[in-house]
Every structure is written in structure tokens, then in C-alpha cells.
């Protein structure tokens, strides 16, 4: 049992450690002996938690959006709010993601390009990557109908804007590298304001 905790504890500090050199380095420039170094271990050892430099990146983007989800979540479910504030406050705490991990994203678009540049459906890939979010973003749109806060939106082109919107966060923030989030928080709150009744 403990060399199970060990190899996942090992494992863990592989994809944090990791993910630190694909931003600092960019998806392309980050080679396996990279890694290697930065963990402090043999690229074999490294062989024996990771085939490839590929499927650490999309563990440690799937670790990174685990987290996100935990919180997204919580605040998904606090009934103690509006649902107009629980919008809000997912919008607010991806953009507050997507700014304290700018260089990440940029790594990820970069990443996405990379594959589509050779033939890779990444609209599946991002679909696949985000079902959760539009879930938990879908509910709290249907439960601000349901309350009588929200008017009765199509839910499907609801969401669909407010996706646009972190989309838009993402690629400000991440390409343009558009530090002050200020305008961004106005756009969500005048969108999530168009659903009052």
C-alpha cells in the first residue's frame, strides 16, 4: 500500500513540477529530460509514471481543471447567493483563473493549434475538455429561471454567450496579454444582467 501512495505522491509532483516548465518553456520547447531535471529524476525513472511529454501535459491540464471544477462547484451549489451572483462569481473566478495562469493558457492555445495544424478535431477536444463547466453552467442558468430571476432564456444560447465570453477572457488575457481584468467583470455582469426579469 505505501509504494501505491508513494508512485501516486511521486506521480503529483511530476505534473505540478511539470506544468511549471511548459510555461515557462512553451509546449514545443519543453523536451522529456526537461522534465526530468526540473523533478529532480532520470528521464527512465520518468518513463515509469509518463510515456511521453504529450500525456504529462494533458494530466497536468486535466489536474489544473479538476481544481477549477471543485471550486466552480462549490459555488455552483451555494444557495446562500443569488443565482444572478453565482453566475457572476464563476465568470469572475475563471477570468481570476485565466489571469493567474496566463502563461499556461497560452501554452494550451499554442498546444491546440499545434494539433490542428495537424488535422486533430480540436473543437471535439476543448467540447470534451469543458462538458463539466457548460453542466454546472446550464444549471445555474435553469435554476434562475426556475426561481423567477432569470427570464425564460434558451438555455442552450444562454450558455453559448457566456462561454463566448470566457473565450474572449482567455484569449485577452492569455494573447493579448491584457492585464487589467476590469472590463472583462463589466462584460459578464451586463450579460448576466440581460437574463433578469
Same mark, same amino acid.
Not at 519543453?30 to 525513472?45: E, N, S
Given at each position: 500500500?505505501?509504494? @501505491?501512495?508513494?508512485? #501516486?505522491?511521486?506521480?503529483?509532483e511530476? *505534473?505540478?513540477?511539470?506544468?511549471?516548465?511548459?510555461?515557462?518553456?512553451?509546449?514545443?520547447?519543453?523536451?522529456?529530460?526537461?522534465?526530468?531535471?526540473?523533478?529532480?529524476i532520470?528521464?527512465?525513472?520518468?518513463?515509469?509514471?509518463?510515456?511521453?511529454?504529450? !500525456?504529462?501535459?494533458?494530466?497536468?491540464?486535466?489536474?489544473?481543471?479538476?481544481?477549477?471544477?471543485?471550486? $466552480?462547484?462549490?459555488?455552483?451549489?451555494?444557495?446562500?447567493?443569488?443565482? !444572478?451572483?453565482?453566475?457572476?462569481?464563476m $465568470?469572475?473566478?475563471?477570468?481570476?483563473?485565466?489571469?493567474?495562469n496566463?502563461? $499556461?493558457f497560452? @501554452? *494550451?492555445?499554442?498546444?491546440l @493549434?499545434?494539433?490542428?495544424k495537424?488535422?486533430? #478535431?480540436?473543437?471535439?477536444?476543448?467540447?470534451r475538455?469543458?462538458?463539466?463547466? !457548460?453542466?454546472?453552467?446550464?444549471?445555474?442558468?435553469?435554476r434562475?429561471?426556475?426561481?423567477?430571476?432569470?427570464?425564460?432564456?434558451?438555455?442552450?444560447?444562454?450558455?453559448?454567450m457566456?462561454?463566448?465570453?470566457?473565450?474572449?477572457?482567455?484569449?485577452?488575457i492569455? @494573447? *493579448?496579454?491584457?492585464? #487589467?481584468? !476590469?472590463?472583462?467583470?463589466?462584460?459578464?455582469? *451586463?450579460?448576466?444582467?440581460?437574463?433578469?426579469?
Amino acid at each position: 500500500m505505501a509504494t @501505491v501512495v508513494e508512485h #501516486d505522491k511521486r506521480r503529483q509532483e511530476i *505534473l505540478e513540477k511539470s506544468l511549471d516548465v511548459f510555461m515557462e518553456e512553451g509546449y514545443e520547447d519543453v523536451t522529456f529530460q526537461k522534465i526530468a531535471d526540473r523533478c529532480g529524476i532520470t528521464r527512465t525513472t520518468l518513463y515509469i509514471y509518463f510515456k511521453n511529454k504529450r !500525456e504529462i501535459f494533458l494530466w497536468s491540464i486535466k489536474q489544473l481543471l479538476s481544481t477549477l471544477e471543485e471550486v $466552480l462547484i462549490k459555488i455552483a451549489t451555494d444557495t446562500s447567493i443569488s443565482t !444572478e451572483q453565482v453566475v457572476k462569481d464563476m $465568470l469572475y473566478f475563471i477570468f481570476d483563473q485565466c489571469k493567474q495562469n496566463r502563461k $499556461l493558457f497560452a @501554452v *494550451l492555445l499554442t498546444y491546440l @493549434v499545434q494539433l490542428q495544424k495537424s488535422g486533430v #478535431d480540436t473543437e471535439e477536444r476543448v467540447r470534451r475538455r469543458i462538458i463539466r463547466l !457548460e453542466h454546472l453552467m446550464n444549471c445555474a442558468i435553469i435554476r434562475g429561471i426556475r426561481a423567477g430571476e432569470f427570464k425564460k432564456v434558451n438555455i442552450k444560447a444562454a450558455y453559448e454567450m457566456l462561454y463566448a465570453l470566457i473565450e474572449s477572457a482567455i484569449f485577452k488575457i492569455s @494573447v *493579448l496579454n491584457q492585464r #487589467d481584468i !476590469e472590463e472583462i467583470y463589466r462584460a459578464a455582469d *451586463l450579460a448576466v444582467e440581460g437574463f433578469l426579469n
